[in-house]
Structures are given as C-alpha cells and as structure tokens.
C-alpha cells in the first residue's frame, strides 16, 4: 500500500489533475499527472475505477494491481500528482500486460509534464 502523504485522496485534487494535467492513453489505461507546487516531496498517485471496468471483486482488483504498479513506479523525489483511470477492458487483463501499460503511460506522461 502507498504512505498516505503519496496518494491523492479527495476528489478535487482528482479533479484538477485531469482536467489540467498531461494525458497519456493506452489501450486500457488513460493517465493523467500534472507538476506539484515547489517544496512538495513525492509522486502522489490517485486511481479511477468506474462501473464500466466490471464487477466490484474485477473493479477492486483492478485497482489494486494499479496501486501496487504505482508502489514500483514512484520516486521520492518526484513532485507529480498522478490519477490513473482503467477503462473498461483493463479487468481483463494478465498482471504483466497491466504493468507494461501503465508504466509506459507513465514514462510517456512523465516526458510531457516536464516539458511544461
């Protein structure tokens, strides 16, 4: 499980980071990450898991392979705030095929917000 200081936890944080973050999709994950304020220290990871992906017990796997993706994948020394959103195939899908897409999104996302 993620520390509580890197996960996003209220809806608004959510809100801000997709609608104003860098996007990357895949074909069963959209991720959105946009830069922290300075002096923040950590990645924070948020997750979005609709109705559309399944079932509760797919929806609430689903989520926690992304977590534990996300438990790889973050760097102290980051300062992103990062909502990954699983479209409706992403149930479906082994534990590698997940990872693979989600850490390509992340790499791809992580080159756009630094550009910015």
Known sequence: MLPKNQRLRLAQDLTVTVRSGAR??????VLYARP???GAAGDRFGFIV?????????RNLT????REVAHELRRVDGNLDIVVRAL???AELTWDELRTQV???FASVQRK????
């Open 88 to 90: 409706p195939g992403a």
């Open 36 to 38: 922290r304020p300075e």
């Open 103 to 105: 850490t390509a999104a």
């Open 113 to 116: 917000s630094e550009v910015r």
């Open 63 to 66: 989520k926690r392979r992304m």
């Open 50 to 58: 609709s109705k559309a992906v399944g079932i509760a017990v797919k």
């Open 24 to 29: 990357s999709g895949r074909r069963n994950v």
